[in-house]
């Protein structure tokens, strides 16, 4: 599903090349739970934004479902986006502006989704993460695992091929955060394929493999279960 | 989606409330000053366009030249009409007309009015000219002698709601016929209340209509339809010496939707003259507010992206393209405007009866049967709207989402602080050169009030000397003077400018006869120079002892220099035919505004009726006023009183100064104002942004002075060059300005300095707090993140 060829990412300062990714080599299947861990600075982060899309890559070859990211204009990428990818931000993110509910319609709107099959979507979806209750509450007047449990819903309401969440649970209590985690499992094991990043191990051992990075290279690969 | 961005906007208008404020108040002021400016602007553009065949008429102007000068002039003589319709096939009609004048007594059964404004004028009138008839036949109205055209007011004056049409009013023992109701435009510059043939001039004014010699009308012709008024000129140019040899004059043609806005001589047309200098202005100083006001609106809403910024990132990653944030963004700032727009509105539908007032100007504003209106209006606040919005919407869609998601710190953010400095640059290199435009326009103006004109101007009051004063002056002035505050009396004709004849026919011992010398005439008698302190510098004035007056001459000092008489005293001269002694030499007053040169003048004196002077003294001017009235009532039983007061008449020659003047100081004022807020925005923005340098800063020992001094420097400096860059191009337009005038100040520098020091010090005054609150802010604070 995923297909990374010697890619590399560096920020370039007048004569100094800051490193940050180097000789990424990496095939993602669908269906994998996949950790990226790693000490600060490893690039973590910056390969999961590379992954997603949301940053450029400084060389290599990208392939996502077998089309060639590292070839493809803005407007086609933000095409991919909004069918296969959803983003779970380690500080959730949701439009303070925007209720529950309209935070979950947002990425339906940008995907032109008819009103009624909206609305259904957001119900099923509410329904499904148990917080209709909530629906019209604006993000600050929920609790950090509540809005991270939004941040979810809403990653999951375009229904991607692939869910990227960095640090998701850094900034919830352990047992919001082993909550968080159980989602992520159960809808792994319902097909979703993940890629997370995480400093931490309990939770990295959620996923089927882990990646380990340090200064920008793969160090090594586990397999889990 | 569309709901949603509203939603979405509403909900943030509402969480921001003092930026929303400072946003939408800038851009209301932007849009009520340009708004207001636009009316004005379409009011002064359309004069006389309401004319049907307004493309295809034109009115003569008379160039004469002289050994002293080129004077334009729109009288004609009086058969120059009637001899080119004869002999030109392109001329289709043609039309004389002198009017806009008042005083002749008119009745209606018991009633008598003396202030309606007559005007006389060739059958073709209402044929060249589409004032439209309430009732009457335009092809017919004017075409008997005895006939009339009054104009709706004055019917409903005279005849209140009973049909006018018929009825008959008497100018002296002569009846007319009304033929025709017609209302006339505010915007039309032929201004008059009732219109008679011009045949009745011959008895009335005494004019012969068939002179080459004699001009009292303005001629306009209609040619045909699409045929260039150009052509007509060559032909006509120079048709006058032809039939008068004397004198030396060409004929041009003024197309009529000119008039109003390019004539460029004192027009004499009993009506407020435009000039089209001021409706570019006005239309430059529009367009700045409402710049300003647009930058404003761009520099807060950049300089918030730090918030915008992480709402934005969202939005890329779950799926938004750059388009439709883009068009959301713009949709806000339309929004903005929208709110803006009708506020404006608003604010304008309340202010405008005093706008109005103040400009003696009536003016139409947004009735729901103006579409166009409405159109445009619509189309401003899109325009402003996207205009104000764009740069903002680029700068924060073109974020990198990954940027602006990292924890949301500022810093991350690209600050484009250099088309920020730029836009700050603008708003003051603006209000800069506003601030030298209204200083050098109040200075100039100032200089023009308070310059002594070398007359007297104050506590007089004027009127036409009907009944005793025409038949016994000399008790009626007797009478007047019993009052102890009245100070003096004098007969004058004019009694101000316009009106003076102008004549070349001055002969002098050493005239040189090949050029002509054109010299203004004005009637006086023995107590003119006392009533209006005019002093003189040779020789002695008009003596009430001195039968022989009558016959002598007084000039005034441009015309002994332009003569080029050495010793004038004694000298004999003639003028139009008569022959008698200078007899002293008049020190110059300015006789008309700055903006002309002082003319040379001849006085002499005149038993007949003629315009009376009153000089009052400033104290219980209304018992005076009441006095002088209760003895017209006893020297002119059968008119009513009427008066002007003669500071009245000559400010008026200042009127569209002092008007601009008003209009120029108020969006000085605005312009000032909305560059603050901008500046506002700005340095809030930069306090924010550098929050974490000042903490360190702090940490290492910066004082309070220093930082200030660091973090104002920038802007500062920024305001300095805004200045540079518009003191030359607000000399450029000021002295340019001042041409308008024949005496004007000269251009200080220290004007310009002054300026600077204006815009550096409020600069200071709006950013001083923000700065200071955050040198003295803990560090602590801001460095509790990282």
Same mark, same amino acid.
């Given at each position: 599903?995923?297909?990374?060829?010697?890619?590399?990412?560096?920020?370039?300062?007048?004569?100094?090349?800051? +490193?940050?990714?180097?000789?990424?080599?990496?095939?993602?299947?669908?269906?994998?739970?996949?950790?990226?861990?790693?000490?600060?600075?490893?690039?973590?982060?910056?390969?999961?934004?590379?992954?997603?899309?949301?940053?450029?890559?400084?060389?290599?070859?990208?392939?996502?479902?077998?089309?060639?990211?590292?070839?493809?204009?803005?407007?086609?990428?933000?095409?991919?986006?909004?069918?296969?990818?959803?983003?779970?931000?380690?500080?959730?993110?949701?439009?303070?502006?925007?209720?529950?509910?309209?935070?979950?319609?947002?990425?339906?709107?940008?995907?032109?989704?008819?009103?009624?099959?909206?609305?259904?979507?957001?119900?099923?979806?509410?329904?499904? !993460?148990?917080?209709?209750?909530?629906?019209?509450?604006?993000?600050?007047?929920?609790?950090?695992?509540?809005?991270?449990?939004?941040?979810?819903?809403?990653?999951?309401?375009?229904?991607?091929?692939?869910?990227?969440?960095?640090?998701?649970?850094?900034?919830?209590?352990?047992?919001?955060?082993?909550?968080?985690?159980?989602?992520?499992?159960?809808?792994?094991?319902?097909?979703?394929?993940?890629?997370?990043? =995480?400093?931490?191990?309990?939770?990295?051992?959620?996923?089927?493999?882990?990646?380990?990075?340090?200064?920008?290279?793969? /160090?090594?690969?586990?397999? $889990?279960? | 989606?569309?709901?949603?961005?509203?939603?979405?906007?509403?909900?943030?208008?509402?969480?921001?409330?003092?930026? =929303?404020?400072?946003?939408?108040?800038?851009?209301?002021?932007?849009?009520?000053?340009?708004?207001?400016?636009?009316?004005?602007?379409?009011?002064?553009?359309?004069?006389? *366009?309401?004319?049907?065949?307004?493309?295809?008429?034109?009115?003569?102007?008379?160039? =004469?030249? %002289?050994?002293?000068? &080129?004077?334009? #002039?729109?009288?004609?003589?009086?058969?120059?009409?009637?001899?080119?319709?004869?002999?030109?096939?392109?001329?289709?009609?043609?039309?004389?007309?002198?009017?806009?004048?008042?005083?002749?007594?008119?009745?209606?059964?018991?009633?008598?009015?003396?202030?309606?404004? +007559?005007?006389?004028?060739?059958?073709?009138?209402?044929?060249?000219?589409?004032?439209?008839?309430?009732?009457?036949?335009?092809?017919?109205?004017? @075409?008997?002698?005895?006939?009339?055209?009054?104009?709706?007011?004055m019917a409903q004056k005279y005849f209140g709601d009973?049909?006018?049409?018929?009825?008959?009013?008497?100018?002296?023992?002569?009846?007319?016929?009304?033929?025709?109701?017609?209302?006339?435009?505010?915007?039309?510059?032929?201004?008059?209340?009732?219109?008679?043939?011009?045949?009745?001039?011959? *008895? +009335?004014?005494?004019?012969?209509?068939?002179?080459?010699?004699?001009?009292?009308?303005?001629?306009?012709?209609?040619?045909?339809?699409?045929?260039?008024?150009?052509?007509? /000129?060559?032909?006509?140019?120079?048709?006058?010496?032809?039939?008068?040899?004397?004198?030396?004059?060409?004929?041009?043609?003024?197309?009529?939707?000119?008039? $109003?806005?390019?004539?460029?001589?004192?027009?004499?047309?009993?009506?407020?003259?435009?000039?089209?200098?001021?409706?570019?202005?006005?239309?430059?100083?529009?367009?700045?507010?409402?710049?300003?006001?647009?930058?404003?609106?761009?520099?807060?809403?950049?300089?918030?992206?730090?918030?915008?910024?992480? /709402?934005?990132?969202?939005?890329?990653?779950?799926?938004?393209?750059?388009?439709?944030?883009?068009?959301?963004?713009?949709? /806000?700032?339309?929004?903005?405007?929208?709110?803006?727009?009708?506020?404006?509105?608003?604010?304008?539908?309340?202010?405008?009866?005093?706008?109005?007032?103040?400009?003696?100007?009536?003016?139409e504003f947004l009735s729901f049967s103006n579409f166009?209106?409405?159109? +445009?209006? =619509?189309?401003?606040?899109?325009?402003?709207?996207? !205009?104000?919005?764009?740069?903002?919407?680029?700068?924060?869609? #073109?974020?990198?989402?990954?940027?602006?998601?990292?924890?949301?710190?500022?810093?991350?953010?690209?600050? $484009?602080?250099?088309?920020?400095?730029?836009?700050?640059?603008?708003?003051?290199?603006?209000?800069?050169?506003?601030?030298?435009?209204?200083?050098?326009?109040?200075?100039?103006?100032?200089?023009?009030?308070?310059?002594?004109?070398?007359?007297?101007?104050?506590?007089?009051?004027?009127?036409?000397?009907?009944?005793?004063?025409?038949?016994?002056?000399? %008790?009626?002035?007797?009478?007047?003077?019993?009052?102890?505050?009245?100070?003096?009396?004098?007969?004058?004709?004019?009694?101000?400018?316009?009106?003076?004849?102008e004549s070349s026919d001055i002969m002098w011992p050493?005239?040189?006869?090949?050029?002509?010398?054109?010299?203004?005439?004005?009637?006086?008698?023995?107590?003119?120079?006392?009533?209006?302190?005019? %002093?003189?510098?040779?020789?002695?004035?008009?003596?009430?002892?001195?039968?022989?007056?009558?016959?002598?001459?007084?000039?005034?000092?441009?015309?002994?220099?332009?003569?080029?008489?050495?010793?004038?005293?004694?000298?004999?001269?003639?003028?139009?035919?008569?022959?008698?002694?200078?007899?002293?030499?008049?020190?110059?007053?300015?006789?008309?505004?700055?903006?002309?040169?002082?003319?040379?003048?001849?006085?002499?004196?005149?038993?007949?009726?003629?315009?009376?002077?009153?000089?009052?003294?400033?104290?219980?001017?209304?018992?005076?006023?009441?006095?002088?009235?209760?003895?017209?009532?006893?020297? &002119?039983?059968?008119?009513?009183?009427?008066?002007?007061?003669?500071?009245?008449?000559?400010?008026?020659?200042?009127?569209?100064?002092?008007?601009?003047?008003?209009?120029? *100081?108020?969006?000085?004022?605005?312009?000032?104002?909305?560059?603050?807020?901008?500046?506002?925005?700005?340095?809030?923005?930069?306090?924010?942004?550098? #929050?974490?340098?000042?903490?360190?800063?702090?940490?290492?020992?910066?004082?309070?002075?220093?930082? !200030?001094?660091?973090?104002?420097?920038? !802007?500062? %400096?920024?305001?300095?060059?805004?200045?540079?860059?518009?003191?030359?191009?607000?000399?450029?337009?000021? $002295?340019?300005?001042? @041409?308008?005038?024949?005496?004007?100040?000269?251009?200080?520098?220290?004007?310009?300095?002054?300026?600077?020091?204006?815009?550096?010090?409020?600069?200071?005054?709006?950013?001083?707090?923000?700065?200071?609150?955050?040198?003295?802010?803990?560090?602590?604070? #801001?460095?509790?993140?990282?």
């Amino acid at each position: 599903m995923i297909k990374l060829v010697d890619v590399e990412k560096y920020y370039a300062n007048k004569f100094i090349k800051t +490193w940050v990714l180097r000789n990424i080599n990496l095939t993602i299947h669908e269906g994998d739970f996949v950790s990226i861990m790693g000490p600060s600075g490893a690039g973590k982060s910056t390969l999961l934004h590379i992954i997603g899309m949301l940053d450029d890559m400084s060389g290599g070859e990208y392939y996502f479902m077998d089309e060639p990211v590292h070839k493809l204009n803005e407007k086609k990428r933000t095409a991919f986006h909004q069918q296969y990818i959803g983003f779970v931000f380690q500080a959730y993110h949701l439009i303070d502006e925007l209720t529950v509910y309209e935070n979950l319609e947002t990425p339906l709107l940008y995907k032109k989704v008819k009103t009624a099959e909206r609305k259904s979507m957001i119900a099923d979806m509410l329904d499904r !993460f148990n917080i209709v209750a909530k629906k019209d509450l604006f993000p600050n007047q929920l609790s950090g695992g509540q809005q991270q449990l939004v941040a979810v819903a809403r990653a999951l309401i375009i229904n991607p091929k692939i869910i990227l969440a960095d640090e998701p649970t850094g900034n919830l209590n352990s047992k919001q955060g082993l909550e968080i985690m159980e989602m992520l499992k159960q809808l792994n094991k319902e097909g979703t394929t993940i890629i997370q990043v =995480t400093h931490d191990e309990n939770k990295a051992a959620f996923g089927n493999r882990i990646i380990h990075l340090a200064d920008g290279y793969v /160090e090594k690969e586990e397999q $889990h279960g | 989606m569309f709901f949603s961005y509203i939603k979405f906007a509403w909900r943030n208008f509402k969480k921001n409330k003092v930026y =929303t404020f400072i946003n939408i108040i800038g851009l209301v002021i932007g849009m009520v000053c340009s708004i207001l400016i636009s009316l004005w602007i379409a009011d002064e553009w359309n004069y006389d *366009r309401f004319h049907v065949n307004r493309q295809n008429i034109y009115r003569i102007l008379v160039d =004469t030249e %002289s050994a002293n000068s &080129v004077t334009k #002039s729109s009288t004609t003589p009086n058969t120059l009409g009637p001899v080119l319709a004869a002999n030109y096939n392109d001329i289709t009609a043609m039309t004389r007309y002198v009017g806009g004048f008042s005083g002749w007594l008119i009745r209606y059964e018991d009633k008598s009015f003396t202030n309606d404004r +007559w005007a006389a004028a060739d059958p073709a009138f209402f044929q060249i000219f589409s004032f439209p008839f309430i009732v009457g036949n335009p092809a017919t109205a004017l @075409q008997d002698q005895q006939s009339v055209v009054i104009t709706d007011k004055m019917a409903q004056k005279y005849f209140g709601d009973n049909t006018a049409l018929g009825k008959v009013i008497k100018k002296d023992n002569s009846d007319l016929y009304v033929t025709g109701v017609i209302h006339i435009p505010e915007n039309s510059h032929i201004q008059f209340d009732y219109l008679f043939p011009i045949e009745n001039m011959r *008895r +009335w004014f005494y004019q012969d209509l068939e002179s080459w010699d004699v001009g009292i009308f303005r001629t306009y012709i209609q040619v045909r339809a699409g045929f260039p008024g150009a052509e007509v /000129e060559k032909k006509i140019a120079s048709i006058i010496p032809e039939h008068n040899p004397q004198m030396k004059a060409q004929l041009s043609l003024q197309p009529l939707i000119d008039i $109003h806005l390019r004539t460029t001589f004192p027009d004499q047309c009993n009506y407020q003259q435009g000039n089209i200098t001021y409706v570019y202005i006005l239309s430059l100083v529009a367009l700045c507010v409402l710049l300003v006001a647009c930058i404003n609106f761009m520099n807060l809403s950049t300089s918030r992206s730090s918030i915008r910024v992480k /709402e934005i990132g969202v939005r890329k990653a779950i799926g938004a393209r750059r388009w439709e944030l883009i068009g959301q963004l713009l949709g /806000e700032s339309v929004m903005y405007a929208l709110i803006s727009m009708i506020l404006a509105i608003l604010i304008i539908k309340l202010i405008l009866p005093v706008f109005t007032t103040f400009i003696g100007k009536n003016l139409e504003f947004l009735s729901f049967s103006n579409f166009k209106m409405l159109f +445009w209006l =619509t189309a401003l606040t899109f325009v402003v709207g996207i !205009f104000a919005g764009s740069y903002p919407a680029f700068v924060l869609s #073109s974020f990198t989402p990954i940027n602006t998601l990292k924890a949301g710190l500022v810093h991350n953010v690209p600050s $484009h602080a250099r088309i920020r400095n730029i836009l700050v640059v603008i708003q003051f290199f603006t209000a800069s050169v506003f601030i030298i435009g209204s200083l050098v326009f109040y200075q100039q103006l100032y200089y023009m009030q308070h310059t002594d004109k070398g007359y007297d101007k104050d506590n007089i009051v004027y009127f036409y000397g009907y009944g005793k004063y025409m038949t016994d002056y000399n %008790s009626a002035r007797e009478a007047l003077l019993q009052n102890p505050n009245i100070e003096s009396i004098s007969k004058a004709f004019p009694p101000f400018y316009p009106g003076e004849e102008e004549s070349s026919d001055i002969m002098w011992p050493g005239k040189n006869i090949d050029k002509e010398f054109v010299i203004y005439h004005k009637i006086v008698d023995f107590d003119y120079l006392q009533t209006f302190g005019i %002093s003189m510098t040779a020789g002695r004035f008009f003596n009430s002892e001195m039968s022989t007056d009558l016959d002598n001459y007084v000039l005034n000092e441009t015309a002994i220099k332009e003569m080029g008489l050495q010793e004038p005293l004694g000298k004999t001269i003639t003028y139009k035919g008569r022959t008698g002694q200078i007899i002293g030499v008049m020190k110059d007053f300015h006789h008309t505004s700055f903006h002309s040169a002082i003319s040379p003048f001849i006085f002499e004196m005149y038993n007949g009726p003629c315009y009376i002077c009153v000089k009052m003294k400033p104290d219980n001017i209304l018992q005076t006023l009441a006095f002088i009235e209760g003895k017209w009532l006893e020297f &002119v039983p059968d008119r009513p009183f009427s008066y002007m007061f003669f500071k009245d008449a000559v400010d008026n020659y200042y009127h569209n100064e002092q008007r601009s003047m008003v209009f120029a *100081r108020g969006f000085t004022g605005l312009a000032i104002f909305i560059s603050c807020l901008g500046l506002l925005g700005l340095c809030s923005f930069m306090v924010e942004q550098r #929050s974490k340098e000042i903490g360190i800063r702090k940490v290492l020992g910066a004082s309070v002075p220093g930082l !200030f001094y660091l973090l104002s420097r920038d !802007f500062i %400096s920024w305001v300095v060059l805004a200045n540079l860059l518009a003191w030359p191009v607000a000399w450029y337009a000021m $002295h340019h300005w001042l @041409q308008n005038f024949a005496y004007r100040i000269t251009l200080n520098l220290w004007l310009f300095i002054l300026a600077g020091i204006i815009t550096v010090f409020i600069a200071l005054a709006m950013i001083g707090l923000q700065v200071l609150r955050a040198a003295m802010a803990n560090p602590v604070e #801001s460095l509790r993140y990282e």
